[in-house]
């Protein structure tokens, strides 16, 4: 009878002891894992709120729909555990200085032209030289994209880069009319990037500066004109201190981009990464269809509310400015292979997907 007391005591004891360690092991995965419906354990996070370095204005519509519809859809993806605050108008990093703080840490997202950097972003920047043809912003945009993820250059590796998006072609905004090489001949032209290139081929005089100084530049005589989109006669007001526009899809692309802090993406649990691509590559899309909009609308408030001008070189002429372009491509390549790069490589690359999205987007 004691032996009976004595066998039942000790599974009593195991019983309970297999209850105490399911309890405290439930309580262990509750504070590190979600279940979901097919019983696959996901990582949990904290809420975090990001900051959003900006150079666009606040009342510019990439930042009152695009960049503010991205944080929304980032956060209702994320169920709200991801939170994005703005920082518009060069409030937080101005533009130069966005990607370098958002490596650094200053900013945890940003969003800037990559022609601020153009020995930090070599390949980025091939995408801006003279002599490429970019028929609009949908094929500027999905040439970007394509080579971003053929050649996943190491350029871009030191931050995540969320989406990039082009814009062209652009527009030679000037107080004097300019018909041909000659008239632009000594001109002053603000620009940025391998933009400045192009503009020494034709003759004038670039001027780098970044877009937000355009307007007081202008305004002052500093400069003659600016190579800028057409999107930028509204969204920068710009139209207001023009008074011609010279049309030529050869003389002019930009290349912008958001990226995140590598260390901030790299603390995402894969389901939040996975979350956050997908809204990427919807507001890639919205980009496009968002600039192909404002370089319309742009040109046409120009025109209307301002009296702007446009001028559309002649065959002949447009034929001039190419071949004054011509030996660019082959400059390039050399700059290219100087900084360790297989410049040849990359160049044909560009011309292979604009040829290729200009026949399928082009006008």
């Keep these: 009878m004691q032996v009976k007391n004595k066998s039942f005591f000790i599974v009593f004891l195991m019983i309970g002891f297999a209850f105490i360690m399911a309890g405290c092991g439930g309580q262990s995965s509750e504070n590190t894992s979600a279940t979901t419906d097919d019983n696959e354990a996901i990582e949990t996070m904290d809420p975090v709120t990001l900051s959003f370095a900006d150079f666009f204005p606040a009342p510019h519509p990439a930042q009152e729909q695009l960049f503010s519809g991205w944080a929304e859809a980032i956060e209702?993806?994320?169920?709200?555990?991801?939170k994005v605050d703005l920082y518009p108008a060069g409030s937080l990093l101005g533009s130069g200085d966005i990607y370098p703080g958002v490596e650094s840490g200053i900013a945890d997202i940003g969003h800037d032209v990559s022609g601020y950097n153009a020995g930090r972003l070599p390949i980025l920047n091939a995408m801006y030289?003279?002599?490429v043809e970019y028929q609009n912003v949908a094929v500027s945009s999905y040439v970007a994209r394509d080579l971003v993820a053929e050649l996943n250059p190491e350029e871009l590796q030191d931050t995540e880069l969320m989406f990039i998006y082009g814009i062209a072609p652009g527009l030679l905004m000037?107080?004097?009319?300019?018909?041909?090489?000659e008239d632009l001949k000594g001109m002053q032209i603000?620009?940025?990037?391998?933009?400045?290139?192009?503009?020494?081929?034709l003759g004038a005089t670039p001027v780098a500066m970044p877009v937000s100084e355009a307007y007081e530049a202008m305004s002052r005589g500093v400069v003659d004109g600016s190579l800028l989109p057409p999107d930028t006669l509204q969204?920068?007001?710009?139209?207001?201190?023009?008074?011609?526009v010279t049309h030529s899809s050869l003389i002019y692309n930009t290349v912008h981009y958001v990226t995140m802090n590598k260390d901030v993406w790299n603390s995402f649990p894969p389901h939040i990464q996975e979350a956050i691509q997908e809204v990427n590559e919807q507001t890639f899309?919205?980009?496009v269809d968002l600039f192909t909009s404002l370089v319309d609308g742009g040109l046409q408030y120009a025109i209307e509310e301002?009296?702007?001008e446009e001028i559309h070189l002649s065959e002949e002429?447009?034929?001039r400015w190419k071949e004054a372009l011509s030996p660019l491509i082959e400059r390039h390549v050399e700059e290219l292979d100087s900084a360790g790069l297989n410049g040849q490589e990359i160049m044909d690359k560009i011309v292979e997907l604009t040829e290729k999205y200009n026949a399928e987007l082009g006008e």
């Design 76 to 82: 209702e993806a994320t169920d709200g555990l991801v």
């Design 129 to 131: 030289l003279g002599g």
């Design 174 to 181: 000037t107080n004097k009319p300019v018909e041909s090489l």
């Design 190 to 201: 603000r620009a940025s990037g391998t933009n400045v290139e192009t503009l020494e081929m």
């Design 235 to 244: 969204g920068f007001n710009l139209a207001e201190v023009t008074n011609y």
């Design 285 to 287: 899309e919205e980009a």
């Design 306 to 308: 301002h009296g702007v």
């Design 317 to 319: 002429e447009e034929e």
